[in-house]
């Protein structure tokens, strides 16, 4: 089974590379690490940081250093955070991968910019009403697409083995802004519609699979307006018979935008001797609103990529289980667990879900997160892996 750590480049700046993967090699005894290459804003504590304990992470920053002539003349173009100054961490630990015999993954947030979105709204998804959610890309934007396929071209000049593609979809209304307010009760149904992407690109998709486009959206307008006004109007609907059966047609045209973009992404990655994985931290039936056809993604990308992070090996079982009820097999899974008390409560514990993974054929485990994590969890991973 295959083994890696996620990570932020921060965290080999700040600890120096001899720390940083001794740690890695030493304490988790992983045979990887993946490596954040651009992120979205977020503030963290970082319990074995020499430096700081707290940090604040930049709206969409890159922690490489993109080629300019590989940018040249686009408006979305990946930005350095200022925390790396002149230096090129993707390019140090490429070199000290390689040196210690380990893979070196690129984590990549692909839609989820908030430094893009607010910088050219025209590139945000757009709601029913045309307000536009300016901490995201569209995936059906045709910029959008050549932004995600220049990063994956950039990032294979370090080496990498495999593209860790996080949010490659749309996102829902609640996806996480700093002072983010619903003062009224919403509803599951007014928030889930108020997520759904309306821009040009998308209307004009759903239009070419011959979605009446313009009936949906007047239809999902119509239902937020009735479900805003009424306070007794925050229960849950089924959306698949609005507008006549066109919205969740409408909906299926997201999907079938989001999956080609998984395509492209995964030929120009093979182009390159790359791997992609798509990570779907939401699990089977809870991303049909963000674009996610997971039996087609899966016949797409070289791999379906989740979160294990659960109390017991039972549960993790349950996870997986039900990846495969939606034709994801286990051969075909990475599983990223949580060696931290949250899920953990000693090696054993830890160690009985690799087990379990790897009774259900999972090729590939990672772990969450370097940075995150005390000393003692890394130490943890080690025990567990070597048990």
Known sequence: MESSVLAFATDLLD???????????????????TLASVYHEARDVFPHNPRRVVRYLEPGAAYFRPDPAAWQGRRLAPLPSTAIGDRDPFAEAAEEARRRGLKLHAWTVFCHNDRLGFAHP???????????HLTELCPANPEVREYALTLVAELARYGVDAIRAESLHFHGLRHGYHHERYFEELGPTAEALLGVCFCPHCRAAATGTGVPAEEVAEAVRTELRRRLADESAA????????ADGAFAAYVDASAATVTSLAAELSEQARRHGMRVSFMDDGGPGTGWL???????????????????YAKTPEAVREKIAAFALHGVRPQSMAVILRPMSSDCDGPENLAAKITTLRELGVPEVEFYHYGLMRLSSLDRIGAALSG
């Open 15 to 33: 600890e120096g590379a001899d720390t940083f993967f001794g740690n890695l090699t030493d304490r988790a005894g992983v045979g990887g690490v």
């Open 122 to 132: 025209d590139c945000s998804p757009a709601n029913a009403f045309g307000d536009r």
């Open 235 to 242: 229960e849950p609907a089924d959306l698949s018979a609005l």
């Open 290 to 308: 963000s674009g996610i056809d997971l039996p087609a993604l899966a016949r797409t990308a070289d791999q379906i990529e989740t979160l294990g």
